[in-house]
C-alpha cells in the first residue's frame, strides 16, 4: 500500500504564475487535508476535504488559493498569481475512517 | 484559539542520554494529541496518538504523556540514538474540531543526538 504521493516534490514558479500542487492519498483513504509549512514556522491547516466537497476551509487564504478532490483522481491545491511570501513547503495529509493522519513529502515551492 | 508550544526549540544531547520533550497547549478542551517526527526535507511520520480520555502512550523506547488539565504533553525518547535527530512535532485536534480532525501544531523541537 504506498503512502500518500505528492507531486512535484519542487516546484519554482515567477511572481505572477500558478502553481498546481496534486496529492494522491492513500488507497482507501477518502478525507485529505492540505498544510502550509512557512520558513521558520510551524504547520498551519489550509482546508480539508472528502471527495467532492471541501468540508473546512477555514485555513485558506481569501484570494489566490483553491482546492479539490474530484471524484476521479489526486486533490489539487492551487495558487494563482504566486507571490514569494507564498514560498513554503506544502503537505497533503489523508486519512480513512481512523484519525491517524497520514503525511506526504511535501512540495517545495519556490516563488522567484 | 488554541495555541501549541514547545519548548526548547532546539535541544542536542549526546547518545545514550534520555530526551525529554515538552509540548503545551492554551485550551484543555482537545479530542487528541498527536507527537510526530519530521526529517529534513520529508513528509512527517506519527509517532504516537493519545486519546483525550488516556494519560500516556508508549511505542519501544517512546513514551508519551498527558495531563490534559495542565495543558501539557511529554514526550521520552528512552537511550537515545544518532538515529533519533530530526524536528518533533506536537499537534492536538480540538474537540470542537473533532469531527473534521484538524491539527493544530506546535513550532517543533530540533534533536540532535551526538554520536
Not at chain 1, 81 to 87: A, C
Not at chain 2, 26 to 30: E, K, L, N, V
Given at each position: 500500500n504506498a503512502g500518500v504521493m505528492q507531486n512535484p516534490r519542487h516546484l519554482v514558479r515567477r511572481r505572477g504564475q500558478e502553481a498546481r500542487l496534486r496529492c494522491s492519498p492513500m488507497k482507501g483513504h477518502s478525507h485529505v487535508y492540505w498544510y502550509r509549512q512557512l520558513p521558520e514556522e510551524g504547520l498551519k491547516f489550509m482546508v480539508y476535504l472528502q471527495k467532492e466537497n471541501i468540508i473546512d476551509e477555514s485555513g485558506m487564504p481569501k484570494e489566490r488559493f483553491s482546492a479539490e478532490f474530484p471524484k476521479e483522481g489526486p486533490s489539487i491545491l492551487r495558487i494563482q498569481?504566486?507571490?514569494?511570501?507564498?514560498?513554503a513547503a506544502y503537505f497533503c495529509a489523508s486519512r480513512g475512517a481512523v484519525e491517524t493522519q497520514y503525511f506526504g513529502p511535501g512540495t517545495r515551492l519556490l516563488v522567484l | 484559539k488554541q495555541e501549541v508550544t514547545q519548548i526548547p526549540a532546539a535541544l542536542s544531547v549526546p547518545e545514550g542520554e534520555n530526551l525529554v520533550l515538552n509540548c503545551s497547549f492554551?485550551?484543555?478542551?482537545?479530542y487528541n494529541l498527536q507527537w510526530f517526527r519530521q526529517d529534513p526535507g520529508k513528509g512527517l511520520t506519527s509517532l504516537l496518538l493519545i486519546q483525550s480520555s488516556q494519560r500516556e502512550q508508549t511505542s519501544g523506547r517512546l513514551n508519551a504523556s498527558l495531563d490534559k488539565s495542565s495543558g501539557r504533553s511529554t514526550l521520552y525518547i528512552a537511550a537515545s540514538q544518532p538515529g533519533d535527530s530530526a524536528t518533533y512535532l506536537c499537534a492536538v485536534v480540538e474537540e470542537v474540531w473533532a469531527a473534521g480532525n484538524k491539527l493544530t501544531f506546535g513550532g517543533g523541537t530540533r534533536v540532535l543526538v551526538k554520536p
Open positions: 498569481q504566486v507571490v514569494r511570501g507564498d514560498s | 492554551t485550551d484543555s478542551a482537545i
